[in-house]
């Protein structure tokens, strides 16, 4: 158990739709990535929030976006979903030592 | 930019034989180093890593990896495995000078699926 939770567990989807995917960091990380794992793949990175601020980013288009919360907690964003975006996205929190990965949320896009 | 390159997609081998999961990865720049494991219907776990210092790193379970900077590879290394070492395993980079938050930003490899037969 590493104390990072993410909801949903799985959701579906149509193309063009909007989605949005929450995190809830381990308490007191202040830290938080967000990686896309299509099936077969390992992860990829999409962006970084450090301390509410983003702090770098894969090579994503703009219609993936992120927040983070002054709790720590996150939400990824996409918008005009495209079906090559059905894959495991995964959050992760870290205190700047250790890096906790969440189960990941399944998104599948019809 | 830096890859990492996993040269086996699946690795099959006997419960108590050795086996050796292999990692290349290719950086401009200093990179820490990082296994991770990945159970069935579970998230990532980190196996070991490594920083600085030592070049021979060890996981509380029995494996081990090794840094050697002129073949920029990175293997992971049992003596003998169980039946519950089944799962995917990753190989990860990260870059060293951009401190802490560095631990976030990875580039995985593509998994290496060892499969652990009774």
């Known amino acids: 158990e590493t104390g990072v939770t993410q909801s949903p567990t799985h959701l579906i989807k149509t193309r063009g739709q909007q989605v949005t995917l929450r995190c809830s960091s381990q308490?007191?990380?202040?830290?938080v990535s967000w990686y896309q794992q299509a099936l077969g793949q390992g992860p990829q990175f999409i962006f970084q929030?450090?301390?509410?601020?983003?702090?770098g980013r894969g090579n994503f288009p703009p219609r993936f976006s992120g927040l983070q919360f002054p709790n720590y907690s996150s939400e990824l964003n996409v918008n005009a979903l495209e079906l090559d975006d059905s894959a495991l996205y995964l959050c992760?929190?870290?205190?700047?030592?250790?890096?906790?990965f969440g189960s990941g949320t399944q998104l599948s896009v019809l | 930019a830096q890859s990492v390159t996993q040269l086996d997609s699946q690795v099959p081998v006997f419960e108590e034989a050795p086996v050796e999961l292999r990692c290349n990865y290719s950086?401009?720049?200093?990179?820490?180093l990082f296994w991770y494991v990945q159970y069935p219907n579970q998230g990532l776990q980190l196996l070991l890593k490594?920083?600085?210092?030592?070049?021979l790193v060890e996981s509380i379970n029995g494996f081990e990896a090794e840094f050697n900077k002129s073949q920029t590879s990175f293997h992971l290394r049992k003596p003998s495995v169980h039946i519950s070492d089944t799962a995917e395993y990753f190989c990860?980079?990260?870059?060293?000078?951009?401190?802490?938050?560095?631990?976030?930003?990875?580039?995985f490899g593509q998994g290496t699926i060892l499969t652990v037969h009774p």
């Open positions: 990860a980079v990260s870059l060293s000078w951009a401190g802490g938050t560095s631990y976030g930003k990875l580039t």
């Open positions: 992760a929190s870290s205190d700047n030592e250790k890096l906790f």
């Open positions: 929030y450090y301390r509410e601020e983003e702090n």
């Open positions: 490594y920083l600085s210092g030592s070049t």
């Open positions: 308490s007191g990380h202040n830290t």
């Open positions: 950086s401009s720049v200093s990179v820490y």
